[in-house]
T-cell receptor, first 111, second 110 residues
Framework: NAGVTQTPKFRVLKTGQSMTLLCAQDMNHEYMYWYRQDPGMGLRLIHYSVGEGTTAKGEVPDGYNVSRLKKQNFLLGLESAAPSQTSVYFCASSPTYTEAFFGQGTRLTVV | TQLLEQSPQFLSIQEGENLTVYCNSS?????LQWYRQEPGEGPVLLVT?????EVKKLKRLTFQFGDARKDSSLHITAAQPGDTGLYLC??????????FGTGTRLTVIP
């Protein structure tokens, strides 16, 4: 039972570098989300998608872009990484925008 | 600024004690969920409440949704060390999004 898989699990970037985080789900869920988790901040919604080909901004979208070309995949891109983007990133999927199922997270450090 | 505020932020209690965690917002939600997260893992859903005033029980955990659907509480009876973790509430918004609270970190001391 794969569920939600995030790639990579850890990454160190230099300021200004770009990268893409991949989220894949095998549950045929319509809704997918990207969150970041910082100490004492809970989870903050970056972007989300309500179906293949759709994306929408969440609470903290600046500095990130997303794409949902296939239903099972949701990509999060950082075009020019900044130290403020050091965080743990979680992807989640949901059949009904409730009951979210989460991946294991990606720990990103920007130096 | 997060839509959902949780209190307390940290809670350390002895095994066997009871506790209540609160989740408050000025917004109305169509449903509210509670999750538990352990170190190095993603959050795991505990319960979803949908109707104002609804009460759900999961073994020693009791969840209540406020009448106005703006707040919720989680009560744990006779806490055990296995209850240790980060408890997060999440509200389903009108635009098919899902917002999380600030979290309550619970430590149960044996």
């Amino acid at each position: 039972n794969a569920g939600v898989t995030q790639t990579p699990k850890f990454r160190v970037l230099k300021t200004g570098q770009s990268m893409t985080l991949l989220c894949a789900q095998d549950m045929n869920h319509e809704y997918m989300y990207w969150y970041r988790q910082d100490p004492g901040m809970g989870l903050r919604l970056i972007h989300y998608s309500v179906g293949e080909g759709t994306t929408a901004k969440g609470e903290v979208p600046d500095g990130y872009n997303v794409s949902r070309l296939k239903k099972q995949n949701f990509l999060l891109g950082l075009e020019s990484a900044a130290p403020s983007q050091t965080s743990v990133y979680f992807c989640a999927s949901s059949p009904t925008y409730t009951e979210a199922f989460f991946g294991q997270g990606t720990r990103l450090t920007v130096v | 600024t997060q839509l959902l505020e949780q209190s307390p932020q940290f809670l350390s209690i002895q095994e066997g004690e009871n506790l209540t965690v609160y989740c408050n917002s000025s917004s109305v939600f169509s449903s509210l969920q509670w999750y538990r997260q352990e170190p190095g893992e993603g959050p795991v859903l505990l319960v979803t409440v949908v109707t104002g005033g609804e009460v759900k029980k999961l073994k020693r955990l009791t969840f209540q949704f406020g009448d106005a659907r703006k707040d919720s509480s989680l009560h744990i009876t006779a806490a055990q060390p296995g209850d240790t973790g980060l408890y997060l509430c999440a509200g389903a918004g009108g635009a098919n999004n899902l917002f999380f609270g600030t979290g309550t970190r619970l430590t149960v001391i044996p």
